[in-house]
Every structure is written in C-alpha cells, then in structure tokens.
C-alpha cells in the first residue's frame, strides 16, 4: 500500500529515556513534517524538511532532533524525556513544499511517559 | 500569525440530517485549504483540498467551500450517517509555514 508509515504506535517508557519515532513514506514526495497532537488534541507542526534538509523548526526544545537519511524517512529522536513530551506524534508528507499540495498523515505514534 | 478557529466545537445530530461546519482564519493570504477527518485513536484522513483560487470541492457527500475575502470555510455534509462520526479538522497553507490546524469539530450523528 502506498502511505506514509510510523512505527511503532505505541511508545511508553520512563523519564528520562532517549527514544526515537520512524516515519517512512513510499509516496515519492519530497516533504515530510511532524507533527504535535497534545492532550487537548491541539495540532502543532514541529519540523518540516524538504528533500532532506531541514526547512521549519519551530519552537520545539533541541532534546527533539530530527533525522532524514534519505527523502522516503523522516525520523524523530527524542532525549531525556520528560512528562510533557506525551502526545500523540504524527509524520506527514506532501508532494513538494512549493507546490502547495494535499498533506498525507502517517497513523500516529502515541508516547506515554512516566 | 495565521489563526484557524473552528465551531462549533462539538455537534450532535440524528441520522439523516444535512450539517455545517465552520472554519475561520485570520490571514487570507492563503495558499489552500484543507479538510480532515480524525477517527478516535487514528490518523488524520484529507477529505478535501481547496486551493487559494478556487471556490468549492466536492467529493461524495461532502462539499467545503472557500471564501478567501473573508476568511472562511465549510464543509457540508449531507444525509448525514453514524459512520460520519469524528472529529473534522480545517487546516491553513500559508506564507512559509506548514499547516495550522483548527481544534476541530467532534460530530456525532445519532442512528
């Protein structure tokens, strides 16, 4: 199937920890995002890069790094976790950042920290 | 800084029933507009793209308007059914940001 993929969809883990999130697109597009959901549900983009280089980070704390080894993979690492970091973390991508295109929306990946 | 408000926040309806929902945005310097769907506990699902020249897309059952002057949008849904239930997101492209996302609007359609 042709989508955009997280894994895993469910992360738990204890303060503190270093973790990380993979995204993954078959899609052939050029930009991936990710994306915030926090308790209230509120959507917030954090990173945006295109064709492997960052574009937009926006005001996220430098323990969030992103990583892109190739266009189809966006990953998100995480240090020293700590309580507010749960929510629900979403990948996206589009065609292409210029050409204002339909966004597609991984599953999600739902981080519960203790 | 571009704003997207959505209301109601939450609605209730029976089955059968038309429904409006509504999305405002405080910058209409817009590049699109697009709709989403959110099951609980999933992914977001596009429903509708708008670009900034354009004044309405339908698909289905579904028809989102635009109106850029004024900074709104809708999405229409007809002869509403339970399986419409969700939460339906309205997100803005525009300037050099990504999108910004409304609250969203949980609806619920009573069989």
């Known amino acids: 199937d042709t989508a955009v993929s997280q894994t895993p969809k469910y992360l738990v883990t204890q303060m503190g920890n270093d973790k990380s999130i993979k995204c993954e697109q078959n899609l052939g597009h050029d930009t991936m995002y990710w994306y915030k959901q926090d308790s209230k549900k509120f959507l917030k983009i954090m990173f945006s890069y295109n064709n492997k280089e960052l574009i937009i980070n926006e005001t996220v704390p430098n323990r969030f790094s992103p990583k892109s080894p190739d266009k189809a993979h966006l990953n998100l690492h995480i240090n020293s976790l700590e309580l507010g970091d749960s929510a629900v973390y979403f990948c996206a991508s589009s065609h292409s950042l210029t050409d204002y295109n339909e966004q597609f929306f991984g599953p999600g990946t739902r981080l519960t920290v203790l | 800084k571009q704003e997207v408000t959505q209301i109601p926040a939450a609605l209730s309806v029976p089955e059968g029933e038309n429904l409006v929902l509504n999305c405002s945005f405080t910058d209409s310097a817009i590049y699109n507009l697009q709709w989403f769907r959110q099951d609980p506990g999933k992914g977001l699902t596009s429903l509708l793209l708008i670009q900034s020249s354009q004044r309405e897309q339908t698909s289905g059952r579904l028809n989102a308007s635009l109106d850029k002057s004024s900074g709104r949008s809708t999405l229409y849904i007809a002869a509403s059914q339970p399986g419409d239930s969700a939460t339906y997101l309205c997100?803005?492209?525009?300037?050099?940001?990504?999108?910004?996302f409304g609250k969203g609007t949980r609806l619920s359609v009573i069989a």
């Open positions: 997100a803005v492209l525009s300037g050099n940001t990504p999108l910004v």
